[in-house]
């Protein structure tokens, strides 16, 4: 069973925190990390330079733009799990062929799918400040969203509710598959 506050299910394992730009990961990992009590890593800080200055400027990444990227998350869960640990990360994960490299043992990850319509997250993107990412790339955000096929470790949350409902409806998904 996993519950809010610092807890260590019987077998680790990593929450990919996952959806387009402006669907809310950062927040809802971050809220999801403090209850359960896990590390937590915001995976858009793993992009090599080179990507945030090609985003910042309005240009969409390609796949091999997001290579080394998608190996440093991979990294990162890899890192955790061999240590026994849980933990938390955000990772856009848009296409299936990203998803099987961060999840390339085949075991300890889960993919949260933060799904929203892209008029609802449109309106976030246009409230947002301080991020590099400009809301213009969102149209090439979901032309390659491919979402987690059933045979995918995934479960999906709607991102209408406030980031405090859709982090307690996550908990409440990972308590009932317990």
């Known amino acids: 069973m996993v519950t809010a506050g610092p807890t260590r299910p019987a077998k680790p394992i990593v929450l990919v925190v996952m959806g387009v730009s402006g669907c809310g990961k950062s927040t809802v990992a971050a809220l999801l990390s403090g209850r359960l009590g896990w590390p937590f890593e915001e995976g858009d800080a793993l992009h090599p330079k080179a990507n945030v200055e090609k985003m910042a400027a309005g240009h969409p990444l390609t796949d091999a733009d997001r290579a080394p990227w998608l190996q440093k998350v991979a990294a990162w869960a890899e890192k955790e799990l061999d240590t026994g640990q849980s933990g938390v990360i955000t990772c856009s994960a848009l296409k299936r062929a990203y998803r099987d490299v961060i999840n390339r ?57 406030s980031p405090a409902v859709i982090a307690q409806r996550i908990l409440d998904r990972l308590n009932a598959t317990a």
């Open 105 to 161: 043992r085949g075991s300890g990850i889960l993919f949260v799918y933060l799904s929203g319509d892209p008029e609802t997250i449109a309106g976030r993107l246009a409230a947002r400040q301080g991020h590099y990412m400009p809301a213009s790339l969102l149209d090439s955000q979901f032309a390659d969203l491919e979402e987690p096929e059933p045979d995918e470790p995934s479960i999906r949350i709607d991102v209408g509710p």
